[in-house]
C-alpha cells in the first residue's frame, strides 16, 4: 500500500512514518511512505503514481494550498483514493465531509488511533477492488463491495450480487485464495459469502442483507463467530 501524508510541518512526517514501520512490523507488511510539504506537489506526484492512502493537513501557510480544495480535486480524479483529514481544527469537519473524507484524525497522532485507521483503510482498499468477468459475451467489472456470496456449482461457481448472477469457471476454493480473507468467510462447503453483507446469524444459517439465508456447517461455527468478530471490531463499514 502506498501512503501519503501532506502537511507542512516535517516532524508530523518523521512521527507518521516511525509509527507506520511499527505497524508495519507487527503486520509483517511493508507500506511505502511518502511525503509531501503541499497538495499541488502531491497531485501532480499522482498523474504519475498511483497512491492508496493519504492523510491530508487542512491548513498550509500558503492560501492557495488549502487542504479542503486540494482534496475536492484529488477524490474527484481519483475516487479510489483513500482521504484522511489530519487537523487539529474539529471545527473543520464539516468539510471534510464535502471533500468525501474517509475519517478524520485530529493531532497529535496517536498510536492506537493510527493503527485502527489503517487497518479500515485497507478494508476499504480491498473493497473497492474489482473482478472482471464476462457475461454472454460482455465483459462486467464488479466490485468486492457489491458481492454477496459465491455458490458452489459443477464446474465452477455462481457469484451473487444483490441484482444480478454471474456463472464463473473458477472454484470456490479459487475464489476463497484470491478474496481477501478479512472480508470473505467459507462458511460451508458450498458457500463463500462476503461479512459485510451479514445481518444476522444463528448456529446452522446467517442472512444477508438481501434476505438470502445461507448455511453454516457445524465445523465452521466457531471459525465463522471469530472471522465475523474480528470484521465487526475493525468498525468497516459500506
Known amino acids: 500500500m502506498k501512503i501519503v501524508l501532506c502537511d507542512d510541518h516535517e516532524t508530523i512526517s518523521e512521527q507518521l512514518s516511525r509509527l507506520i514501520r511499527k505497524y508495519d512490523d507487527e503486520h509483517q507488511m511493508q507500506n511505502d511512505f511518502r511525503y509531501f510539504s503541499k497538495p499541488s506537489l502531491l497531485f501532480q506526484y499522482m498523474q504519475e503514481e498511483p497512491v492508496d492512502l493519504i492523510f491530508m493537513d487542512l491548513d498550509f501557510g500558503d492560501a492557495s494550498e488549502d487542504g479542503i480544495v486540494w482534496s475536492k480535486k484529488i477524490k474527484a480524479a481519483f ?64 466490485l468486492l463491495r457489491d458481492i454477496c456470496y459465491f455458490s458452489a456449482q459443477s464446474g ?16 470456490l476454493l479459487e475464489w476463497e485464495r484470491r478474496l481477501p480473507a ?54 468497516y463499514k459500506l
Not at 448456529?203 to 465445523?219: A, C, F, V
Open 156 to 171: 465452477g461457481s455462481e457469484l451473487w450480487t444483490r441484482t444480478d448472477m454471474y456463472c464463473c469457471e473458477e472454484s
Open 79 to 142: 475516487p479510489r483514493t483513500v482521504l484522511i483529514i489530519l487537523t487539529a481544527y474539529e471545527n473543520r469537519y464539516k468539510e471534510g465531509y464535502e471533500a468525501r473524507a474517509f475519517r478524520f484524525m485530529t493531532k497529535p497522532v496517536e498510536e492506537k488511533e493510527l493503527f485502527e485507521y489503517l487497518n479500515v483503510s485497507i478494508e476499504e482498499l480491498d473493497l473497492t477492488e474489482s473482478i472482471s468477468l464476462t457475461r454472454r459475451g460482455i465483459p462486467h467489472k464488479i
Open 182 to 235: 478479512t472480508v470473505f468467510f467459507r462458511c460451508h462447503s458450498k458457500y463463500l459469502v462476503n461479512l459485510t453483507h451479514v445481518a444476522k446469524f444463528e448456529s446452522q444459517s446467517l442472512t444477508l442483507s438481501g434476505g438470502e439465508r445461507i448455511p453454516i456447517s457445524r465445523r465452521k461455527w466457531k471459525a465463522f463467530q471469530l472471522a465475523y468478530m474480528k470484521y465487526d471490531t475493525m468498525d
